[in-house]
């Protein structure tokens, strides 16, 4: 039987080359979830509720990440998945963008237009994100995986950064032609830069499918990966770590100015404050996480522990501050919350690369692209509840309670699921590869 192991070609050039591809995500997604999230409202007057179930939706359809890493790890390369997921992803948020002007004239036309593009777009970011991250896995040395979870997280957050202000610059003023204008070129430059990027970089890191794996069947595949222990405890690790930290979304610009009274500009500035921490707490794992963890998985562990206890402890704070009101240091706790969420995200998705890459291996097998979309469709139907959990408890909680109260429940909550992902971390490091497979075969 050939072997699947890859040998480990991806350099640091290679690293930001497809970084520029998760550039080329963010950038899309920017469109659908920030942008035409606020058109649609705004400019075209629907009901917020519709945009938040289309952002739901494109979550939604990314359960299907399992099928479509299965997919990739059957072929003989997996960039034909990236590129193509970015060509659906931008078709997708091309297609949205079409349907706006149906609204008043033909409202379930358009309801039905911004349906399909909104799959498209889950669809796309699936396909495209999973191979991404199976090719990562693959391709980049144990030691490396913490600094390239973090230089490609990086580059998507600079991606989006760079988009939304190319977009607003050249929205002004707003018309439905040059949204259709900005947004397809968006979508055609981020198609350009994955295939310029993307040539001839899966040469570095060529592998031989067993037989045994073209035959297997995504049923099968899928119980054979929940057959191991640590798969098991790692996919509930991402799921409760993915939804506390996706909980705090769409709740703390509200906080701050229901609690303490702050004007629109200023709770903006505040985002800007957790995005910054963000970057400066994956920075410190990506290089941490290099330079002082070994091979494994478990390696990253301590990063991983500290990144949600001190989310946790971040939260905690917060619920602190809700009670006490204007006399706290907001900022400053809000910087503290995104740089240890900066920590956990790195370090977190560095140990997804280690753990899907180590497990496949250790038998010789071709399923890291399965393993990647099993962790990534949690992550994404978590990213989706989370924001919902967040704010409709707010909102019943505001019911029964005092305001403060209300945001002191849903922060205590998110800092209880930040513990429990601790703890599981904890447990997920105890186990090596090797040993969950031979627990496999047993």
């Given at each position: 039987?050939?072997s699947?192991?890859?040998?480990y070609?991806f350099?640091?050039l290679?690293?930001?080359?497809l970084?520029?591809?998760q550039?080329?995500?963010g950038?899309?997604?920017?469109?659908?979830?920030?942008?035409?999230?606020?058109?649609m409202?705004?400019?075209?007057?629907?009901?917020?509720?519709?945009?938040?179930?289309?952002?739901?939706?494109?979550?939604?359809?990314?359960f299907?990440?399992?099928a479509?890493?299965?997919?990739?790890?059957?072929?003989?390369a997996?960039?034909?998945w990236?590129?193509?997921?970015?060509?659906?992803?931008?078709?997708g948020?091309?297609i949205a963008?079409?349907a706006?002007?149906?609204?008043?004239?033909?409202p379930?036309?358009?309801?039905a237009?911004?349906?399909?593009?909104?799959?498209?777009?889950g669809?796309?970011v699936?396909a495209?994100?999973?191979?991404l991250l199976?090719?990562?896995a693959a391709?980049?040395?144990?030691?490396?995986?913490?600094?390239?979870?973090?230089?490609?997280?990086?580059?998507?957050?600079?991606?989006?950064?760079?988009?939304?202000?190319?977009?607003?610059?050249?929205l002004d003023?707003f018309?439905w032609?040059?949204?259709?204008a900005?947004?397809?070129?968006?979508?055609?430059?981020?198609?350009?830069?994955?295939?310029?990027?993307t040539?001839?970089?899966e040469?570095?890191?060529?592998?031989a499918?067993?037989?045994?794996?073209?035959?297997?069947g995504?049923?099968?595949?899928?119980?054979?990966?929940?057959?191991?222990?640590?798969?098991?405890?790692?996919t509930?690790f991402v799921?409760?770590?993915m939804?506390a930290?996706s909980?705090?979304?769409?709740?703390l610009?509200?906080?701050?100015?229901?609690?303490?009274g702050?004007?629109?500009?200023?709770?903006?500035?505040?985002?800007?404050?957790?995005?910054?921490?963000?970057?400066?707490?994956?920075?410190?794992?990506?290089?941490?996480?290099?330079?002082?963890?070994?091979?494994?998985?478990?390696?990253?562990r301590g990063?991983?522990?500290?990144?949600?206890?001190g989310?946790?402890?971040?939260?905690?704070?917060?619920?602190?501050g809700?009670?006490v009101?204007?006399?706290?240091?907001?900022?400053?706790?809000?910087?503290?919350?995104g740089f240890?969420?900066?920590?956990?995200?790195?370090?977190?998705?560095?140990?997804?690369?280690?753990l899907?890459?180590?497990?496949s291996?250790?038998?010789?097998?071709?399923?890291?692209?399965?393993?990647m979309?099993v962790?990534?469709?949690?992550?994404?139907v978590?990213?989706?509840?989370g924001g919902l959990?967040?704010?409709v408890g707010?909102?019943?909680a505001?019911?029964?309670?005092?305001?403060?109260?209300?945001f002191?429940?849903?922060?205590t909550?998110?800092?209880?699921?930040?513990?429990a992902?601790?703890?599981?971390?904890a447990?997920?490091?105890?186990?090596?590869?090797?040993?969950t497979?031979r627990?496999?075969?047993?």
């Amino acid at each position: 039987m050939a072997s699947a192991r890859a040998p480990y070609g991806f350099g640091w050039l290679s690293i930001i080359r497809l970084g520029l591809v998760q550039a080329a995500i963010g950038s899309i997604v920017m469109l659908a979830t920030s942008l035409l999230n606020r058109v649609m409202v705004v400019e075209y007057g629907m009901a917020a509720a519709v945009p938040a179930g289309l952002v739901a939706l494109h979550y939604a359809v990314q359960f299907a990440r399992p099928a479509w890493g299965h997919g990739s790890d059957r072929g003989h390369a997996r960039t034909p998945w990236i590129v193509g997921g970015i060509a659906v992803l931008g078709l997708g948020a091309m297609i949205a963008v079409l349907a706006l002007p149906l609204g008043k004239a033909q409202p379930l036309l358009a309801d039905a237009v911004l349906l399909l593009g909104f799959v498209l777009i889950g669809a796309g970011v699936g396909a495209a994100g999973t191979s991404l991250l199976a090719l990562l896995a693959a391709g980049v040395a144990p030691q490396r995986r913490a600094a390239a979870a973090a230089v490609t997280w990086i580059m998507m957050v600079m991606g989006i950064v760079l988009s939304a202000g190319t977009a607003g610059a050249l929205l002004d003023p707003f018309s439905w032609g040059r949204l259709v204008a900005v947004s397809g070129g968006i979508a055609l430059a981020a198609l350009a830069l994955t295939i310029l990027a993307t040539f001839r970089l899966e040469r570095a890191v060529p592998f031989a499918v067993p037989e045994a794996v073209r035959e297997t069947g995504l049923g099968d595949a899928l119980r054979a990966v929940f057959a191991e222990t640590a798969a098991r405890r790692f996919t509930v690790f991402v799921f409760l770590s993915m939804l506390a930290y996706s909980m705090q979304d769409l709740i703390l610009e509200p906080f701050a100015g229901i609690v303490f009274g702050m004007t629109p500009a200023q709770s903006t500035s505040l985002s800007a404050v957790q995005h910054s921490g963000v970057l400066m707490g994956m920075i410190a794992a990506g290089v941490g996480g290099s330079a002082f963890s070994g091979r494994a998985a478990g390696e990253l562990r301590g990063w991983i522990a500290a990144g949600c206890v001190g989310s946790a402890l971040a939260l905690a704070g917060l619920a602190v501050g809700a009670g006490v009101g204007p006399g706290w240091p907001l900022a400053a706790n809000i910087g503290v919350l995104g740089f240890a969420n900066g920590v956990f995200a790195v370090s977190a998705i560095g140990a997804m690369m280690s753990l899907a890459g180590a497990s496949s291996e250790a038998g010789g097998r071709a399923d890291t692209g399965l393993r990647m979309g099993v962790w990534g469709a949690a992550q994404a139907v978590a990213f989706g509840l989370g924001g919902l959990i967040g704010a409709v408890g707010v909102d019943l909680a505001r019911r029964a309670e005092s305001d403060g109260r209300a945001f002191q429940t849903i922060f205590t909550l998110e800092a209880m699921l930040f513990m429990a992902a601790a703890v599981m971390a904890a447990r997920i490091a105890g186990q090596s590869p090797a040993m969950t497979l031979r627990e496999a075969e047993a």
